[in-house]
Structure formats: C-alpha cells, structure tokens
C-alpha cells in the first residue's frame, strides 16, 4: 500500500513558475518509478513527465524544456519545477507512482492539484 499526497497546485501569469512536490508514504520499496500525469477539461489524461529510480527521465513534447522532475529519495518525493507557463499547461496534475509485488505489476495515484494558468 502506497499513498501518495500532492502539493504546490495554484493560479500563476503566463510565463511565471510553479513547483508540484507529491510526497510518499507506505510501503515504498515497491516502487521503481515516478512520475506525472495531467487532465484538462474535455481531455483524457496524459504524461507530463517521469522519473525513474535510477534517475531517467522522461517528458512529453509539450513540456520539454520548460519543466523538470527531480526526487529526493530521503524524503521519499518527487517534483515538478514547471517554468515559463503557458494557458494549455491548465490542469488537474497527478501524481504516479508504479511498482511491483512480486511478479505482479502496481499503480497508485494521488488525488491531483489544480494548475491554473490565465492572467
């Protein structure tokens, strides 16, 4: 059982900053990989960005450049720096976390955090 918690979400200008941090809890040593996931009204969800245990990262087209995932694996939590943002990165952002039971694959997600972008 994992719980993950997100923070950070608010109304921010276009072109200004905002930092999401999701924090762990429970039974973490499961998870092998972190990331984050978006939904704007009348869209599915879709990946933001990834980080691995490792360290690799992975992020969608739209946020190249503009966003980074980092960790800090001594306080079990994952962040999302977004900079220079635009209107359409508006969205409920969710926290995601997937590791194993064995052999069998898991997923846990947080509730999400509203990002609003507008001035």
């Known amino acids: 059982q994992v719980q993950l918690v997100e923070s950070g979400g608010g109304l921010v200008q276009p072109g200004g900053s905002l930092r999401l941090s999701c924090a762990a809890s429970?039974?973490?040593?499961?998870?092998?990989?972190m990331g984050w996931y978006r939904q704007a009204p009348g869209k599915q969800r879709e990946l933001v960005a990834t980080?691995?245990?490792?360290?690799?990262?992975n992020y969608a087209d739209s946020v190249k450049g503009r966003f980074t995932i980092s960790r800090d694996a001594a306080k079990n939590t994952v962040y999302l720096q977004m900079n220079s943002l635009k209107s359409e990165d508006t969205a409920v952002y969710y926290c995601?976390?997937?590791?194993?039971?064995?052999?069998?694959?898991?997923?846990?997600w947080g509730r999400g955090t509203q990002v609003t972008v507008s001035s």
């Open positions: 980080i691995t245990s490792g360290g690799t990262t």
């Open positions: 995601n976390a997937r590791g194993r039971l064995n052999i069998s694959p898991l997923e846990y």
């Open positions: 429970g039974n973490i040593f499961r998870i092998n990989a």
